[in-house]
């Protein structure tokens, strides 16, 4: 396994894999690795020949008041965990790399998709994923790329750059990694405390308890969306949003109707840390 | 030579001239091709093995009051032309392979850049460039890429997208081919009437003569141009800008200085027929 920090050494590198004719698949990180990132790395593994990870905590999505410093930094253990999941490149740029120093006259505008859910609640998150991926696609050149399922409007949001700026890259989504408990995985969790970890799995249950609902025929969740909401509030937990969105215009959708693709999804916080999750629903 | 129309037949050819190691230079044109187009395909054929041009009329960098109906279309002509020049691919996508036909959620916002001059001028125009832009540079996966000087904004705009979003690509500018009486050749000088035709070389001449007297030494050469554009307006033409932009920032200078880059620029109307023109100033 090779790390490199700047364009022009992993251009070379790939080149260099290209010229054996080998395909590449791509996973992009901020890092701290856990079980959800090495599912996707053996997905990218299953995908292509080689698989290149690229591990870089992107200011630009981080609004000012989010956890940028604290987010957990632990290049060392990354890169093992690398090493030891076959992984062939690792890209691991600086700032200054990637977005130098100078001013910036472009910026990547998204309607409408991030109105809702994460980009309702995180003001510019999903303008600073596109903004970074559009550089590293163009960087890497990959010929598919994956991210975890967990994070449904980033994959949702990046499918629709991928079709609308023609990327040549298919998007692979990885199926959402869990803890015995059924936690999302989850690089923010080493933020919550022993006591609140107990109590972090209700997110998932709420969600399985209303997609149980919606099988059985509940095609109106809000009541019983509500519900669980004053419950998991009850329990300590600070609600954002849990709720029925379109899988398509990422919209929530009150009315539920068979035939189409929904996301279920919640987003709370327990203390500061803010925990996600989501279960697809094809009705 | 080939001419293809599908993002597929486009990419398959491309991958089969870059696994014999051929290298490839782009030149996207709106087609109406001229002999500055050509000089344009001659140019990338000594910076690359193949060349491949697009003909597209892109109606997205058209405003509603433009000339998007009325531009000269003549697809049997430009082939024959293209084959002519030795071209390798012609790429002739239609609207419904470009944008499709779905809603869109991604625009490329452009800051400052903008502002002035054609940007100034024509709302949205150079949006619509980075927009097909981008797509075509995704599609094609050009070495290289070559854009005429006449447009200087364009490629100062493309240059910085190419920067900003990682594009492996070179970008290369074409000297402005010119008429024998000065007049830039454009693909819309065919609106121009014969007797426009003849006062048309003015605005060249207009330039020429200010950049005489900045090389000789005006650095404020406001009254100049001023004086310039009134000369303009007494032959017949309605003016639009003539002044000096910082190559940098494309923001009008009123205080020139030596050691910087400049371009004077000038764009005008003759009847409903738009012109162009510039000069390189490197003080």
Do not use: W
């Not at 090495?38 to 992107?58: G, M």
């Not at 009315?255 to 327990?270: D, M, N, P, Q, R």
């Amino acid at each position: 396994m090779k790390q490199v920090a700047t364009i022009d050494e992993i251009r070379n590198e790939i080149t260099e894999l290209k010229a054996q004719g080998k395909t590449v698949a791509f996973v992009p990180t901020m890092g701290a690795l856990h079980k959800g990132h090495l599912s996707l790395i053996r997905l990218a593994r299953e995908k292509a020949d080689e698989v290149v990870v690229s591990i870089y905590v992107n200011p630009e999505q981080f609004g000012p008041n989010e956890d940028f410093d604290e987010y957990p930094r632990q290049m060392e253990d990354d890169l093992k965990a690398c090493e030891n999941e076959g992984v062939a490149l690792v890209f691991t740029p600086n700032n200054e790399i990637i977005y130098g120093s100078g001013e910036k006259y472009f910026s990547i505008q998204i309607d409408h998709l991030n109105e809702y859910m994460d980009g309702g609640s995180r003001t510019g998150f999903f303008e600073g994923i596109v903004l970074v991926v559009n550089k590293l696609f163009n960087i890497i050149k990959p010929d598919v790329a994956i991210f975890g399922q967990k994070d449904i409007q980033q994959f949702q949001i990046l499918s629709t750059m991928v079709e609308e700026f023609n990327h040549d890259i298919e998007l692979v989504a990885g199926p959402i990694a869990r803890a015995n408990d059924g936690l999302a995985l989850s690089s923010r969790n080493a933020y919550i405390s022993e006591q609140d970890r107990k109590i972090a799995p209700s997110l998932f249950r709420a969600l399985q308890y209303v997609e149980k609902q919606i099988r059985d025929g509940v095609m109106e969740p809000k009541l019983l969306l509500q519900h669980q909401q004053d419950e998991l509030e009850a329990k300590g937990f600070k609600n954002d949003y849990l709720n029925v969105f379109s899988m398509k215009t990422m919209e929530p959708v009150d009315k539920l109707e068979s035939g189409k693709s929904y996301i279920l999804a919640g987003a709370v916080y327990l203390g500061k840390t803010r925990l996600i999750d989501n279960i697809i629903l094809d009705l």
